[in-house]
């Protein structure tokens, strides 16, 4: 029986990666870089999860100038990201997906804890929750980005959910929208609902609970997440 929701924020609440690739490559402008990440080069550079060791990741595998792979580099470069992503995002850029507000509503109502796992950055985090909910204070623990060792698909944000919720793995599930999401809950032993977002519908989503369209979907079991009929395959997209 579940007793939290731990939910993924990028494609999960929100379709935050077109906003997400406008900031990349507004920073990259603004710092006289001749980079511009088109959707096909975004999709197979979203496999690095992190804006920062993404962007690591483009300047080695290009053979691109090492200075732009070292860290001081790289972080005033990605704090520039983010602040043309929280702009954009605090300016009304993003709607929750389908069925998260209801979603998060029924939790509350029903006494399910609410939790955020994710490996984006915590001002990504607040400028999202802020303009969705008008604030962050819904969620009782937020791990976010660099509150942890290692980025998703490790487990790390994960397990650092679990502990501050002093929850076991089975007590909670886990809302995630990628291969990466998914496989960092599965190893903390979470049970994993998936609802593939734009960049990751074709992903391969072995292992979770149920995979469905998007959290609307939930509406047919009367949003019962312990509900066995999600495990049938007939709710895969
Ligand atoms: C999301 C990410 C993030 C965002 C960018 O993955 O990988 O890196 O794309 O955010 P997930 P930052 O949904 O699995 O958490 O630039 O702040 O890292
Ligand atoms: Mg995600």
């Known amino acids: 029986m579940a007793r939290a929701l731990i939910f993924d924020v990028d494609g999960t609440l929100a ?36 804006g920062k060791e993404r ?8 053979g691109g100038d090492p200075r732009h792979a070292e860290n001081a ?3 005033a470069l990605h704090a520039e990201k983010t602040r043309h992503y929280t702009g954009i995002v605090a300016g009304g850029g993003l709607e929750l997906r389908p069925g998260v507000r209801e979603l998060i509503d029924h939790a509350r109502k029903t006494g399910l804890r609410l939790a955020i796992s994710t490996t984006t ?19 009782e623990v937020i791990v ?21 919720l002093d929850l076991a793995p089975a007590e909670c599930l886990a809302l995630e929208d990628s291969a990466n999401g998914l496989r960092a ?24 609970r149920a995979v469905l369209p998007d959290l609307g979907a939930l509406q047919a079991v009367g949003w019962d997440v312990d ?4 495990q049938s395959a007939s709710h895969r997209v």
Do not use: C
């Open 121 to 139: 950055t915590l001002a990504n985090v607040e400028a999202l929750l802020g303009a969705a909910f008008g604030g962050m204070d819904l969620f």
């Open 144 to 164: 976010a980005g660099d509150m942890v060792a290692q980025k998703k698909p490790a487990p790390d944000a994960y397990l650092e959910t679990l502990r501050r």
């Open 55 to 62: 962007i690591r990741h483009f300047v080695r595998s290009t």
């Open 185 to 208: 809950a599965l190893a903390a032993g979470l049970d994993t609902l998936v609802t593939p977002s734009v960049y990751t519908a074709g992903e391969d989503f072995s292992g979770a």
């Open 15 to 50: 379709e935050t990666e077109e906003a997400h690739r406008a900031a990349f490559n507004a920073a990259f402008e603004d710092a006289g870089l001749a980079w511009h990440w088109d959707r096909a080069q975004y999709e197979a550079l979203l496999k690095v999860t992190g």
């Open 227 to 230: 509900h066995p009929s999600l």
């Open 73 to 75: 580099f790289i972080r």
